[in-house]
C-alpha cells in the first residue's frame, strides 16, 4: 500500500529476507517509485465500480445525448442513488474540499440532452458556490424517479478560476417496494340480500422505510355501480418492516 503524507516523488527497496538462503546469495529485492498529487478539488465521496466493472448499460445514451456505444470521459466520477418506488424524494449529501492555497468558486453544468416535455429527474440542490483555502463546503443532488428502472444524468463540476472541468454521472436505480398484501384474495362465500360479511387483511412493509397507501374510491364498485365494497381504513400509514 502506498499512502502519502505529503506531495512529492518517492522511491524505495523492498527487500526479501529468506531463513537459510544459501551463503552469499542475497534474496531478491524489487524496487519502489511513487508519486504523490495534490488536486485542486477533493470530493469526498465513496468509489464506485459502474463503471470500472461495466456495470453500465451500453445502450445508455452519453453526454448531451451522444448516441449508445459513446465512450465516457476515463475521469468520470459516478455517484450512485437506490430509490423504493417512484415520486420518492432521494438526495444525496456530500463535501468538496479546497486543499490548496487559494480561494475558489465552482458550479456545476447539467451536461445532458434536455427534453421541455420531460421533468428531470436529477437536481442540483446547490449549483454554485465557494470554497475557501483548506475549507470544505457541503453540496447536494436530488434524484426523484419517474419510471422504475435505471436513470443516468451527466454533470460537469468546474472552477472557472483554474480552468478546471470534472464529469459526473449521476445514476439512478429505482426498484418496486417489497409491499403486499397477506393473502391473495378475500372470499366473502354465499350471502344473503341485506346481509353483511368482514374480513381482514394486512399491509404487509417488509421495506425499512414507511410507506403511504389510499384505496381508489371507483374500484370499491362492482360494474354498473350495482355493489359496493367498505375499505377501512381507505388510507393510512405502513411502519417499516411491519402491517
Known sequence: MFSPIDVSEYDGRLVCTIPNLEQGKQGPTVSLRGRSQLPYCHFELPD????????????MRGPRGAP?????????RVIEFKSTGVGVRNVKTF????PTAD??????LNDDD?????????????????????KKQEVQFEFIPRDLGIAESFWKFVIPEQGISVPF???????????????????????????????TAFVVNNESQ????????SSLCSAGHKDKLKVVPMSGVVPPETR
Open 48 to 59: 464506485s465500480d459502474y463503471l470500472s466493472n461495466a456495470r453500465r448499460n451500453p445502450e
Open 68 to 76: 449508445p456505444g459513446t465512450t465516457l470521459d476515463p475521469n468520470t
Open 95 to 98: 463535501s468538496l474540499i479546497n
Open 103 to 108: 480561494n475558489y468558486s465552482f458550479h456545476w
Open 114 to 134: 434536455p427534453d421541455p416535455k420531460i421533468e428531470p429527474s436529477f437536481v442540483c440542490i446547490t449549483p454554485k458556490g465557494s470554497i475557501n483555502t483548506g
Open 169 to 199: 454521472l449521476m445514476v439512478g436505480e429505482t426498484n418496486d417496494p417489497a409491499i403486499h398484501f397477506d393473502r391473495s384474495h378475500l372470499n366473502f362465500k354465499a350471502l344473503l340480500i341485506g346481509h353483511e360479511a368482514c374480513e
Open 210 to 217: 414507511p410507506f403511504s397507501y389510499r384505496f381508489e374510491e
